[in-house]
């Protein structure tokens, strides 16, 4: 009985240590979205490209399948 309970202990204290990485891993592509819109904000010729990226790409017709 008592090894289930650590195997048990041990598969938890695994899924506590994946939700916290997946939360940790959350918050650095925050921070790296917002970096780069302000490297991006800083440098008007970087604006300027992300405008016309974002004009050609937006346009483009859903190509997906839905998945």
């Not at 490297?39 to 405008?51: N, S, T, V």
Request: glycine residues 6%.
């Amino acid at each position: 009985m008592a090894a289930m309970h650590r195997t048990t202990a041990a598969r938890l204290d695994l899924q506590a240590a994946i939700v916290s990485a997946g939360a940790a891993l959350s918050t650095l592509a925050q921070a790296m979205a917002e970096g780069d819109a302000a490297d991006i904000a800083a440098h008007p010729d970087l604006a300027y490209l992300d405008l016309q990226m974002r004009g050609f790409y937006d346009d483009m017709p859903d190509t997906s399948d839905g998945r």
